[in-house]
């Protein structure tokens, strides 16, 4: 199942025949190029935030306005020997978050409990005052921005499907099914035509925080991919209650 680590890198116009033979490494004056413009864009885009908080006080709205911070999934620079995005790897699916809501949150407050972007929505709603869809995949993270030493969530999930572009066009597409819990990070690989699971990955994120050593070949950790995976089945709901 080896993705091309640069075929999403090689659709910009600067970078479409570095890295050859496909799955070779970049130059490293091709490395600090990529991390110059990564750095550059991330404090161009940390200006335009304050641009905007700055015209929300011009305009005497900064008090009545809740403001949501948040981006698409992470990005690569190197780790794992790859560029951009497109894994289930947690460097992929973790994302800054960040609410400003005044007389609904204290200023300061961080919440270091798992959140999805699938909790933007219910959240917004409460924090409106406005009623939150029971058809919502996700829940409102106002109880723990109001008690941010809350438990919340038991885990979160994300999928990554390696077929299309982000493959050789012949190959058997696969999707990964992945759950984060505060000890875990697990991913569980389907073959998309037969539907039978083929693999599997499993980090320690206590120990191993750059997912760097698969534990889902020990045998001594074969109880923890049962339960995990029975943990995964049971989904999202389950998670949002914390069980």
Same mark, same amino acid.
């Given at each position: 199942?080896?993705?091309?680590?640069?075929?999403?890198?090689?659709?910009?116009?600067?970078?479409?025949?570095?890295?050859?033979?496909?799955?070779?490494?970049?130059?490293?004056?091709?490395?600090?190029?990529?991390?110059?413009?990564?750095?550059?864009?991330?404090?161009?885009?940390?200006?335009?935030?304050?641009?905007?908080?700055?015209?929300?006080?011009?305009?005497?709205?900064?008090?009545?306005?809740?403001?949501?911070?948040?981006?698409?999934?992470?990005?690569?620079?190197?780790?794992?020997?790859?560029?951009?995005?497109?894994?289930?790897?947690?460097?992929?699916?973790?994302?800054?978050?960040?609410?400003?809501?005044?007389?609904?949150?204290?200023?300061?407050?961080?919440?270091?409990?798992?959140?999805?972007?699938?909790?933007?929505?219910?959240?917004?709603?409460?924090?409106? !005052?406005?009623?939150?869809?029971?058809?919502?995949?996700?829940?409102?993270?106002?109880?723990?921005?109001?008690?941010?030493?809350?438990?919340?969530?038991?885990?979160?999930?994300?999928?990554?499907?390696?077929? !299309?572009?982000?493959?050789?066009?012949?190959?058997?597409?696969?999707?990964?099914?992945?759950?984060?819990?505060?000890?875990?990070?697990?991913?569980?690989?389907?073959?998309?035509?037969?539907?039978?699971?083929?693999?599997?990955?499993?980090?320690?994120?206590?120990?191993?925080?750059?997912?760097?050593?698969?534990?889902?070949?020990?045998?001594?950790m074969r109880a923890v991919l049962d339960r995990l995976e029975a943990q995964r089945v049971l989904g999202w709901r389950n998670a949002a209650n914390g069980?």
């Amino acid at each position: 199942m080896a993705i091309n680590t640069l075929r999403e890198l090689r659709g910009y116009a600067d970078f479409a025949n570095v890295g050859h033979p496909s799955q070779g490494p970049i130059s490293e004056a091709d490395a600090r190029r990529l991390k110059h413009g990564y750095y550059a864009s991330v404090s161009y885009i940390d200006a335009l935030v304050g641009r905007l908080l700055d015209q929300l006080d011009s305009l005497g709205l900064a008090e009545n306005t809740i403001v949501v911070l948040w981006g698409d999934h992470g990005y690569k620079l190197g780790e794992h020997n790859s560029w951009a995005k497109m894994t289930d790897y947690i460097i992929d699916t973790h994302a800054p978050l960040i609410i400003r809501a005044p007389g609904k949150i204290a200023p300061g407050t961080r919440v270091k409990q798992m959140v999805e972007f699938v909790d933007v929505y219910p959240t917004l709603s409460e924090l409106a !005052g406005l009623p939150i869809l029971p058809q919502l995949q996700g829940a409102s993270a106002v109880p723990l921005l109001n008690a941010p030493d809350a438990p919340g969530k038991s885990a979160v999930f994300s999928q990554f499907l390696r077929s !299309g572009i982000w493959v050789a066009p012949d190959s058997i597409p696969y999707m990964g099914y992945s759950m984060l819990t505060h000890d875990y990070h697990y991913v569980a690989w389907m073959n998309w035509d037969s539907k039978a699971f083929v693999a599997w990955e499993l980090y320690d994120r206590r120990q191993d925080p750059d997912e760097d050593t698969n534990l889902a070949g020990r045998p001594e950790m074969r109880a923890v991919l049962d339960r995990l995976e029975a943990q995964r089945v049971l989904g999202w709901r389950n998670a949002a209650n914390g069980r």
